[in-house]
């Protein structure tokens, strides 16, 4: 799978190659000025119709494609938990049965069928950080 509208941002090269780290971004407009928002600073992706909002801790951004195109050109680090959200695993603060509350704030539901699923990638997840 080819992601072309990936930016890399520009980092302190890695390894005795010489070789750029590359952090997928996404771009934003703001007052119509192009902005890249790293994977990492994004908490949730919230989808409506073609369109998905964009959440930073202080920040929300609209971008006019889809929540599945979004989460493609982003990390695996985003997990599906509902219809409508795609968290980034990195933000939650804690998590509920049915819910799970993020660094920004926000209070996402988890869909009634993906609870058993969400928590069992959540756990793994905290047990290999």
Known sequence: MQNLSIMSSGG???????????????????????ISVKSSDITCLEGVGNYTFVYTRHEKHLVSKCLKEVQDELSSDFLRIHKSYSINARHITSRWPDYIHLSCGKVIPIARRRIRETHEILGRMALSA
């Open 12 to 34: 302190a090269p890695s390894g005795s190659t010489g070789e750029m780290k590359h952090v997928p971004t996404i771009t934003v407009y703001k007052f119509g000025k192009a």
